[in-house]
């Protein structure tokens, strides 16, 4: 089971939500506020991290930021309604997936053993394409010979890219396989992830040469980058 940081300030959710995702097993570390969250992040150090947006003091998006900036702990992000600005701005500092107020406990713990799949190791040796190595079995990835720090859920999408190299992914077939999404059209999470996942694995994220936008429908990686 998962060490999990809750950080809520709405202190009969968090005892809910924390009571709810100990019956399942997980070992939970509750704050109330950024700063508390973030000196248990250090002193913790959990497997993920659930994190309110609208908190006093720190926000939410300034400690996913900071926890992002600390390594590469997964995040769910809590919203309290499913907000364009605010999902595409908690995605942007960072976070891996997130979930709508109200929320039940076995839809959060669904989330999190999810969340936490993506960094599951599987059978296979390493792939290299051009100066950039995928090792699907250790889970890692080096570029020039430089190990690259990738959270699970861009790990997970760089696995799912390169698994077809070439080829086309629908926004909707990323959501499925990365995030075990059964709802449509949520394009959002996925164009954040693939933007954070260029910024790491590119010379020029700006001029992205292994993972390509095909407008108006995807994704694809190019294996060869000449």
Known sequence: ?????????????????????????????EAGTGEEGLELLRAAAPDIVVLDLMLPGIDGFEVCRRVRAAGTTPIVMLTARDDDLDVVSGLEAGADDYVVKPIRARVLEARIRAVLRRGEHVAAGPEVY???????????????????????????????????????????????????HDYLGDSRIVDACVQRLRAKIEENPSRPVYVQTVRTFGYRFQPDPR
Not at 17 to 26: E, I, S
Not at 131 to 151: E, I, Y
């Open 130 to 180: 051009g100066d950039l190595t995928v090792d699907r079995g250790a889970l890692t990835v080096t570029r020039a010979s430089r190990s690259l720090a990738l959270t699970p859920t861009e790990l997970r999408m760089l696995l799912e890219l390169s698994r077809s190299p070439g080829q086309v992914l629908s926004r909707q077939h990323l959501l499925q396989a990365v995030w075990e």
């Open 1 to 29: 089971m998962a060490r999990v940081l809750l950080i809520e300030d709405d202190s009969s959710l968090r005892r809910g939500l924390a009571m709810g995702l100990r019956r399942q097993g997980h070992h939970l570390y």
